[in-house]
């Protein structure tokens, strides 16, 4: 059974920094995509970064382009969005999703694309 779990989330100041953790499990397939969405109540979710287990390279929102950075530990099966700069709307809970369609690069995949959810972490950036 696949699970993902989210953690990091917090209330920071505009311009601090959070660590976003993800932590894979039950994931057989070699290669997949791992993305990191955000959502704001009542608005659609939003895309903000992915990464390919198959080479590691990544894709940006232009939004968090130069600010965010999405890694990868593949021994210890977790995934990393270090998000520096944060203004406040980057307030969302943040979800990580994996998608079982090794799609490169990884961020051509669409949402619905993505096979298995989190359960979010809140991130609220406010003075």
């Known amino acids: 059974q696949v699970q993902l779990v989210e953690s990091g989330g917090g209330l920071v100041q505009p311009g601090g920094s959070l660590r976003l953790s993800c932590a894979e499990s039950?994931?057989?397939?070699?290669?997949?995509?791992i993305g990191w969405f955000r959502q704001v109540p009542g608005k659609e979710r939003e895309r903000v970064s992915c990464?390919?287990?198959?080479?590691?390279?990544?894709g940006y929102a232009d939004s968090v382009k130069g600010r965010f950075i999405i890694s990868r530990d593949s021994a210890e099966k977790m995934v990393y969005l270090q998000m520096n700069s944060l203004k406040p709307e980057d307030t969302a809970v943040y979800y990580c999703?994996?998608?079982?369609?090794?799609?490169?690069?990884?961020?051509?995949?669409?949402?619905?694309?993505?096979?298995?959810w989190g359960q979010g972490t809140q991130v609220t950036v406010s003075s």
């Open positions: 039950g994931i057989t397939q070699d290669y997949y995509n």
């Open positions: 999703a994996a998608s079982m369609i090794d799609l490169l690069p990884c961020y051509i995949a669409g949402q619905g694309l993505y096979d298995y």
């Open positions: 990464i390919s287990s198959r080479d590691g390279s990544t």
